[in-house]
């Protein structure tokens, strides 16, 4: 082997592709989007057809990657548009002044609101593109094998027959799903929201850390019912898989957004597409079987397209008993994630071997009665289930300030892991103790 | 010292300065700054008194552990059936043993999920026949499972490499001698093909400490490089802690790397006669053959059956609960063959000038450390080798943050637009791999076959040249083709450096496939194309060498022969 041979080959190679590589054209709009290729490819192929003159380069990166990518780039290098579901992305980019104002190119046709969230960011940095609603997607192969009911509300799930069934993501991996989670804890309120939803990770099989990975798993059977956003099930069920998605009454609708990055290379023709993905042409493609999204438009606005059974996104929210305030989300945005993940996606072996336990000893109470196994399985499930932070604190403004103040900040990062580190370990020893007791209460009750 | 050693270390230092020390220093240093930019050891302080990041550094030591251990289990006896016996489809087996390396991101993992995981097809038809199920991919012991399977070609390339060029006569001897069986293994051929396998083994070891992938898609995140990663890619979150996990895998990866130096310290590997011609393939008995044959089958059943799974689903057109697809079909090549044939000759040309650049680094460097006195040399090593621990993420944004805003001379293209950024990339990340096959080669080969070339009066280039390269020409091939491999499919960095779709790889491709429900077909078809893809360089690279190894071969007869007077 002669490396001096690879060698040259190597740089004659490097000089030659190095002088083709050519710089963007004129008339090229580049959107960074965490959308799937069908999804894209349908925007592309139709915004191009209207507007031979301008091409659109998509760059997919999934929204923490876009974000990294969008700030690292100089002025007048960025991409010209950010396209993504999780509105605090968005929250993020505006912060860092990255966003132009774009509220003049709004769908006028478009409601202000859904349910009571505004469909375009009051300041404008940002427009409602679609619309999706969170639920519960099921495999009915895998219900059918493992005999186990359809679910219809989050509150089903806490039941003994789905433990080892569910999956859900994390809301500190996944936008999607800190709504979900939000969604919960505010249709709920704070203490008994985080009961059901220990309760509902205590049944899950696994908490995935792509919001992808629960669907996906529900699609291929790995998991029974996964916690989705609304066109994973819808498209899932559309493509041909076994699955099927519902709404529950706790539900809250909410945008998936687009925006115009600041210090693009070509902010005009951007403007364009921006416009053209809210028109009434550009929703249409949402409709799609294998896009399956919810219209910012309301169904008289698009007569004869939509097809008979598709859900309608303000119908759902008219429905739903959550009021979603954005608000209260925002204000403990990170302490939900970091409690959530502490307590239980770091400690989910601990959970589930807990749950497993509890969920033993009830079946086997409710065979055969027993007061005092009854009144230490009570005592487990009050260790297992309730919240290491309760309400009081959680509603604490000082406490609050604390998790959105700088990490970077020594000695503000020793506080908040030194929190955190508090309940990791508070969450391990009250599961490890909830399982004795339950496996105590097992023992006297056989 | 002559100033050619200088002259060749500068130049690897300066590469590994540019494109990885410096780019990674200015994403780390977050680590050990405060809020308003003065220095701090705060944020490493909150690392220790944390009992979550304790037990992810044990869970993380272990996992690496037991991995390396298994990895070990499943290597070593097809390396060395393969080389020291007579053995049917040697090639055949050593060629499938490498396989396991090129599972392209995402595909890897929902095939596994496919044949092993809850509903997967094992366990769909044990529970249909026998009515139970194995937790194959649950907890840590899932996590072992499938990296053991991923990274055992490691141990087994360095092994085979390092088998083949024991000198026969060794092993002649102790056979002459009455040394045979598990004997003659432990106590002769193991110990002189030692360098090889501690080479593989010790790659196992770091690579798994510091992989993300695997934990992550089997829900396992209590492990260190999980929870660095969970930190670094919070939404909106710029969480220092991150970098200090990353900080303290790479102090550890240095240390794990400078252990294993340490093991081959102070011993001699070098024979003087190259193996090959000289070895005596050894005969099975019956039994043996039978057993060896068994065994062989039964590993190589396991080890592929994640590449059976993203083959079936390529054709699959729903595949869900149950253990082979509903039907099949061929749309999803055609989706790919419409839209994805430049990523294709992207990925062939990123990680073939990656590879080389790595083989071209790797010797430099393995011949600095073992044959020059050049001061502090071994730090190229190390430095280099670091590289295994910084995640791709990190590196990407160091890239962005280090070259912001530089253009390509003479163009209006950003440095960090250029395809250019993303081979780069590669060849950092993948240095380790060459650099080790080249150390562990070199380390087998006799200083005094060169000082024979100098005493006739070759130059030291001439020497490296026509002798040290030609003789290294096994590991440097080992080299190459893992480096190449793994290259193409990285995806942590990819993702980040990719800024046109006409520059993206094919593993951007596949990862774009998979976010969607109707893409999981198309992207196991690319998977399937990016293996055969993959396999093909590896057998041209193979091809090419052996075309100009023949030259190097009657050469190497030349010296036998001249020694012999």
Redo the contacts between chains.
């Keep these: 082997?002669?490396?001096?041979?690879?060698?040259r080959?190597?740089l004659v190679?490097?000089a030659a592709?190095?002088f083709a590589?050519s710089?963007?054209n004129a008339g090229t709009v580049?959107i960074v989007t965490?959308f799937?290729?069908?999804?894209t490819q349908a925007y592309k192929t139709a915004f191009e057809q209207a507007h031979p003159d301008i091409k659109l380069?998509?760059?997919?990166?999934?929204?923490?990657?876009g974000?990294?990518?969008v700030r690292?780039?100089?002025v007048g290098?960025r991409p010209d548009i950010f396209w993504a579901s999780?509105p605090?992305?968005f929250?993020?980019l505006a912060?860092l002044k990255l966003l132009e104002n774009v509220a003049e190119l709004a769908n006028k046709a478009a409601p202000a609101k859904v349910g009571n969230y505004p469909i375009n960011n009051p300041q404008g940095l940002y427009l409602g593109q679609a619309l999706a609603g969170y639920g519960l997607m099921w495999?009915t192969?895998?219900l059918a094998?493992h005999k186990l009911p359809v679910p219809r509300q989050w509150s089903e799930l806490v039941k003994p027959v789905y433990f080892g069934h569910l999956a859900m993501s994390s809301p500190?991996?996944s936008?999607t799903t800190h709504l979900t989670v939000e969604t919960l804890l505010q249709g709920e309120g704070w203490d008994k929201g985080w009961t059901q939803l220990l309760q509902i990770a205590g049944n899950s099989?696994?908490?995935?850390?792509r919001s992808?990975?629960v669907?996906?798993?529900v699609?291929?059977?790995?998991?029974g019912i996964g916690l989705v956003i609304d066109f994973?099930g819808l498209?899932?069920k559309y493509?041909?898989?076994?699955?099927d998605f519902h709404y529950p009454d706790v539900t809250a609708v909410v945008p998936a957004n687009i925006g115009l990055v600041a210090g693009g290379k070509n902010p005009a023709e951007a403007r364009r597409f921006i416009a053209f993905s809210v028109s009434a042409d550009g929703q249409a493609l949402l409709l799609d079987p294998?896009i399956s999204r919810l219209p910012i438009l309301p169904p008289e606005a698009m007569p004869g397209k939509i097809p008979a059974g598709y859900p309608n996104a303000f119908e759902i929210a008219k429905r739903a008993k959550v009021r979603f305030d954005a608000d209260l989300s925002e204000s403990r945005y990170?302490v939900v994630?970091s409690l959530f993940?502490?307590t239980i996606?770091?400690r989910?072996?601990d959970l589930q071997a807990a749950t497993g336990a509890i969920r033993n000893a009830e079946s086997a109470l409710a065979k055969k009665p027993n007061a005092q196994a009854a009144a230490l399985l009570k005592q487990a499930r009050d260790l297992a289930f309730l919240p290491v932070v309760g309400v009081g604190l959680a509603g604490d403004k000082n406490f609050l300030a604390l998790f959105s103040a700088?990490?970077?900040?020594?000695?503000?990062?020793?506080q908040v892991?030194?929190l955190?580190?508090r309940w990791?370990?508070h969450a391990?020893d009250n599961y490890a103790r909830a399982k004795a007791l339950a496996d105590q209460a097992l023992g006297m009750i056989r | 010292m002559r100033p050619g050693a200088w002259l060749a270390g500068a130049a690897v230092l300066a590469f590994l300065l540019l494109f990885f020390v410096l780019p990674v220093a200015r994403v780390f240093v977050?680590a050990f700054?405060?809020?308003?930019g003065s220095p701090?050891l705060?944020?490493l302080?909150?690392f220790f008194?944390?009992?979550?990041m304790r037990e992810s550094f044990f869970n993380s030591l272990y996992v690496a552990l037991m991995s390396a251990l298994f990895a070990a289990l499943i290597a070593v006896p097809l390396a060395y059936f393969t080389v020291r016996f007579e053995f049917r489809g040697a090639i055949l087996i050593q060629t499938l043993g490498v396989l396991p390396l090129i599972m392209p991101p995402f595909v890897g993992a929902?095939a596994m999920?496919?044949m092993f995981?809850?509903?997967?097809s094992l366990n769909l038809l044990l529970n249909q026949y026998f009515g139970f199920t194995l937790p194959i991919m649950e907890?840590l012991n899932g996590v072992i499972f499938v990296e053991a399977i991923h990274y055992f070609p490691f141990i087994l390339m360095n092994l085979t490499v390092a088998l083949r060029n024991i000198d026969g006569a060794m092993e002649e001897a102790a056979l002459n001698l009455g040394c045979r069986g598990w004997r003659l293994f432990w106590r002769v051929i193991f110990p002189l093909a030692a360098p090889g396998f501690v080479a593989g083994a010790s790659l196992v070891f770091v690579k798994v400490f510091d992989d993300l992938g695997t934990p992550?898609?089997l829900?396992q995140?209590?492990l260190l490089a999980?929870q660095a990663y969970?930190r670094i890619?919070?939404?909106?979150?710029?969480?220092?802690?991150g970098y200090v996990i990353s900080v303290i895998m790479i102090v550890f990866s240095i240390a794990a790397m400078a252990l294993a130096a340490q093991a081959l310290k102070g011993r001699d590997y070098a024979t003087l006669q190259k193996g090959g011609a000289g070895v005596q393939r050894r005969r099975l008995s019956g039994l043996g053959a039978l057993a060896a044959y068994g065994w062989i089958g039964s590993v190589l059943l396991i080890v592929l059956s994640p590449h059976l799974g993203v083959l079936l689903l390529s054709f699959a057109?729903?595949?869900?609960?149950?253990p082979l697809p509903d039907a099949y079909t061929l749309a999803h090549y055609a989706t790919v063959f419409q839209d994805s044939s430049g990523m294709i000759r992207n990925t062939l040309?990123y990680c073939?000038?990656a590879a080389?650049?790595d083989?071209?680094l790797g010797?430099t460097v393995a011949y600095l450390i073992l044959r020059t006195a050049l001061p502090a040399r071994q730090w190229l090593d190390w430095i280099a080798t670091a590289s295994l621990a910084v995640p791709g993420?990190v590196l990407a944004?160091g890239y962005?943050?280090l070259y912001?805003?530089m253009l390509?001379p003479g163009?209006?293209?950003?440095v960090?637009?250029?395809?250019?950024m993303i081979m780069l990339a590669y060849a950092v990340r993948r240095l380790p791999y060459a650099l080790r096959s080249c150390v562990a080669a070199l380390q087998q080969l006799h200083a005094s076959l060169e000082e024979v070339a100098e005493t006739l009066g070759a130059t030291k280039l001439r020497t490296i040249?026509r002798v040290v390269?030609?003789l290294m020409?096994g590991g440097?091939?080992a080299g190459f083709v893992t480096s190449f491999i793994t290259a193409a499919v990285e995806l942590s960095a990819t993702?980040?450096l990719?800024?046109?779709?006409s520059q993206a790889p094919m593993s951007y491709g596949i990862?774009?496939?998979?976010?969607?429900?109707?893409?999981?077909g198309p992207g196991a078809a690319l998977g399937v194309l990016a293996i055969a893809v993959v396999a093909l360089g590896t057998y041209f690279t193979h091809w090419v060498?052996e075309r100009?190894?023949r030259p190097?071969a009657s050469r190497t007869a030349a010296v036998r022969n001249w020694e012999r007077l």
């Design positions: 082997m002669k490396p001096t041979l690879i060698f080959a190597a190679a490097l592709v190095w590589a710089g963007t580049t965490s799937p290729k069908e999804l380069e998509i760059l997919n990166k999934n929204t923490i990657q974000i990294a990518y690292e780039l100089p290098q999780a605090d992305a929250e993020v912060g495999n192969r895998y094998a500190s991996r936008g099989a696994a908490i995935t850390e992808f990975g669907p996906d798993g699609n291929n059977g790995q998991f994973f498209a899932g493509s041909g898989f076994p699955v294998k990170n994630s993940d502490q996606t770091f989910h072996k700088n990490k970077k900040e020594a000695a503000v990062n020793k892991t030194g955190e580190d990791n370990a391990k | 977050t700054l405060d809020g308003d701090t705060g944020h302080m909150t008194a944390q009992g979550l929902v999920q496919l995981g809850r509903s997967g907890g992550l898609v829900g995140t209590n999980p969970l890619t919070q939404v909106g979150l710029e969480d220092p802690l057109s729903v595949w869900s609960f149950s040309l073939g000038l080389a650049i083989v071209l010797v993420i944004i962005l943050r912001k805003g390509v163009t209006e293209i950003l960090t637009s250029s395809w250019v040249r390269v030609p020409a440097i091939l993702i980040l990719v800024s046109a779709e990862y774009l496939y998979m976010q969607s429900v109707a893409g999981r060498i100009t190894d190097i």
